[in-house]
């Protein structure tokens, strides 16, 4: 059930890394603060490792998005970690948002020094500036399009700017950058590879999808086991040496998937259990805690 092409999926990401973070340096010299969105499913996971030298010392501001499926008592954990950092952090559920105001006061309030300082020092007022980064699948378009469905006018390419950029404004004072910065997650850390490969982020398929089946339900019986009572009538017990067949052929039977050869069809189950999980049938779930990480 392994992918042949596990590896060579893993390695053709530091190239794309590469090329993300020349482009994204290049814009962030023209940006007052960084929206960097990560899932709440796995705020740690989900983040870019190499976020700190890539946008320098600019003030950070962390969303998490995806709350409507992630665990409620985990995400107030994870943004009350990510202020004790000293970022300003809020979490959103992207398709039914609006909370706006709520982000452009958070903005305003981080760069009121720097604001007030440039008109102390006779420069000319202007808008803030803001740029979403964050991983694929994260929700950045969403995102942008969201804030810029709201009364936003394009207002073409602004002088100043180094390249010629599509910049929002979407408050008087507030513009925003069209195009996100994609980033990369740290896929050579196997925790988090795993992680993110059940955010759907990037595709299943990276990992050999028994290990992150199996995974996933050690995971599941130990943190979410009523779950896996509802959707699967299933009771998981660890110490059982045959937990991970007689996982499958419960999903089987309970699914009434049709057996193969007479034997169950473990593709078939395991398709059916991550198709659960992505769209989120399962249930609300986190897949981290800010007691296990050190960021
Ligand atoms: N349930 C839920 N779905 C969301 C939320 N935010 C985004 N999505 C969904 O997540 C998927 C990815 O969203 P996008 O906005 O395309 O993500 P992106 O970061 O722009 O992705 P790339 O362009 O691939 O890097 C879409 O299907 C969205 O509808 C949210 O808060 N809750
Ligand atoms: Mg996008």
Redesign the pocket.
């Known amino acids: 059930m392994a992918n042949e092409n596990t590896k060579m999926n893993i390695h053709w990401f530091p190239g794309h890394m590469a090329k993300a973070r020349r482009e994204i340096s290049e814009k962030i010299k023209v940006v007052d603060i960084v929206i960097e969105?990560v899932d709440a499913r796995a705020p740690y996971s989900s983040k870019n490792p190499m976020i700190h030298e890539i946008i320098k010392n600019k003030p950070r501001f962390i969303i998490l998005?995806?709350?409507?499926?992630a665990d409620d008592q985990y995400t107030k954990q994870w943004v009350q970690y990510y202020e004790q950092c000293g970022y300003q952090a809020m979490s959103?559920?992207?398709?039914n948002f609006n909370e706006y105001q709520k982000i452009i006061e958070k903005c305003r309030y981080v760069l009121k020094d720097k604001m007030e300082k440039e008109k102390a020092r006779g420069l000319k007022p202007r808008a803030m500036r803001a740029m979403v980064l964050?991983?694929?699948?994260?929700?950045?378009?969403?995102?942008i399009n969201r804030l810029a469905n709201r009364k936003a006018t394009v207002t073409g390419n602004k002088p100043g700017v180094t390249k010629a950029q599509q910049i929002i404004r979407v408050a008087k004072d507030f513009e925003l950058f069209d195009t996100?910065g994609?980033l990369w997650p740290k896929l050579d850390d196997a925790h988090v590879a795993q992680n993110i490969a059940l955010l759907g982020s990037i595709k299943q398929s990276i990992l050999p999808l028994d290990d992150l089946f199996i995974a996933a339900m050690r995971y599941l019986s130990l943190h979410y086991p009523q779950l896996l009572k509802d959707r699967y009538q299933l009771e998981i017990d660890l110490d059982n040496e045959n937990w991970i067949i007689d996982t499958f052929d419960h999903i089987a039977k309970v699914r009434k998937i049709k057996p193969l050869k007479g034997e169950t069809d473990y593709d078939r189950v395991m398709e059916v259990f991550f198709s659960e999980i992505n769209d989120?049938s399962i249930g609300k779930i986190t897949w981290e805690d800010p007691s296990c990480v050190n960021v």
């Open positions: 969105l998005t995806k709350k409507d499926m959103v559920n992207l398709k964050g991983i694929p699948n994260v929700g950045k378009s969403t995102f996100p994609v989120g």
